[in-house]
């Protein structure tokens, strides 16, 4: 292991970072060219790589010691969670998810800071990965605070309500190609800020997943497929089955559920969940994650290198097997 870094005992069919800080849960991490990612958790800037068996990590700033490292990513990848039961379950019961889990592993739900989570998630109206990314980089840069610097890149903690409740927000936000979306954040953290206690969006995780989301469908720019993502990657919210185009197409496409593709109703929108979670149980929003995944260009493409890499590992293999048996035989004569 190289100096100063260290691990956790993780296979990647448990936890395939790659895919799973690519796959559009959080916008906040970056990717330097030696393959090692890096961002933001707990106000400490966290490096991330891969080994088959293990999850490799730093935390900046490199002087000061973070006893508590190894437990927020336990949390945050929620990697005491044991999936193999569930994945075993819902693929008896369903044929698609067996077919695409066959591929697709290592994914996992996030359990994300929520002001973050919401945040983030207001900015995804109407785009695509690579531009909510863009943004939410902005939304750190320009109103959180500088942890520290890797590789001569600052690195900044993701804003709090009162940065994004000042005076003059809303302006800048627009100034940085916001658009309509400066007015979504700024008038939701004003009502985070006036009407709300300091941790009542973390108070969520303790009330039924109904209940959250109609808490959450108060504010400017969240609407029900917003809601979900808040609810299963932030608020503990396993059952909940966020539906956007991807999500439509597969429960159209491979399951007949004739949802209107192009403006969900709130009517559609419970009837597909409500599908999953029949389906696959009070981690319906997992299970369908999954499938998801199976349908993101970018993250299908990892899989396929994997899978190419490890033919190319198996035949080398067998070159060396075999070539060894040959050399055995020609000492035998």
């Not at 393959?35 to 000061?64: A, C, I, M, N, R």
Request: hydrophobic share 35%.
């Amino acid at each position: 292991m190289s100096s100063g870094w260290k691990s956790i005992v993780c296979k990647q069919t448990d936890l395939y970072l790659e895919a799973v800080l690519q796959c559009g849960q959080a916008f906040g991490w970056r990717k330097n060219e030696e393959g090692t990612w890096f961002g933001v958790l707990k106000d400490h800037v966290f490096l991330l790589k891969q080994s088959e068996s293990s999850l490799l990590y730093k935390t900046l700033p490199s002087t000061q010691i973070y006893s508590d490292s190894e437990e927020v990513l336990l949390d945050y990848f929620r990697l005491r969670e044991d999936m193999s039961s569930c994945y075993e379950q819902w693929s008896e019961r369903d044929e698609r998810f067996r077919d695409t889990h066959q591929i697709i592993t290592g994914i996992r739900i996030l359990r994300q800071d929520p002001v973050e989570c919401i945040f983030s998630f207001i900015c995804s109206s109407a785009n695509n990965t690579l531009r909510i990314s863009q943004l939410v980089l902005k939304l750190a840069q320009h109103f959180g605070k500088e942890i520290a610097l890797f590789e001569d890149v600052p690195c900044h903690s993701f804003p709090r309500i009162e940065d994004l409740s000042r005076k003059g927000v809303r302006e800048k936000l627009v100034s940085l190609g916001f658009g309509y979306r400066s007015r979504y954040i700024y008038e939701t953290a004003i009502k985070l800020r006036d009407e709300y206690s300091r941790d009542w969006l973390v108070s969520l995780r303790e009330i039924p997943y109904k209940d959250a989301v109609e808490s959450l469908l108060q504010f400017p720019g969240i609407g029900r497929k917003v809601a979900d993502c808040v609810c299963l990657m932030s608020l503990d919210k396993l059952e909940a089955v966020p539906m956007d185009t991807h999500a439509i197409q597969i429960a159209n496409r491979d399951y007949g559920l004739k949802l209107n593709s192009k403006s969900i109703s709130k009517t559609d929108h419970q009837k597909a969940g409500n599908y999953f979670r029949d389906l696959y149980g009070d981690r319906a929003g997992w299970a369908q994650t999954i499938l998801f995944v199976r349908e993101l260009k970018v993250v299908n493409k990892l899989y396929q290198d994997v899978s190419s890499s490890a033919s190319k590992t198996k035949r080398r293999r067998y070159k060396q097997d075999n070539t060894s048996s040959d050399e055995k035989k020609v000492k035998l004569a």
